[in-house]
């Protein structure tokens, strides 16, 4: 069930622009894929450490948390 949700969601939020107003979608959003061309004129993605950081932030704070999640769980702790 979770990654037929995972899915739905993922195809809802990618398509949804396109469904709610197709030209103006057209004109804001490229479907690029994660396939960005080299040249530094064709997008605005930033490559910098401050995205690609932030995100390696969250996800080792993240698995901080589910970690101590998991050890008060396995301990017996039923509060």
Known sequence: LG?????LCTIFSVYFPFWLAPDAAA?????????????FGQHHFDTTIW?????YALTIAMLVYCYTLYKQHSSGCDA
């Open 51 to 55: 995205t690609y950081g932030t995100d």
């Open 27 to 39: 004109k804001t959003y490229s479907m690029a894929f994660y396939h960005y061309e080299n040249d």
């Open 3 to 7: 990654v037929a949700m995972a899915l």
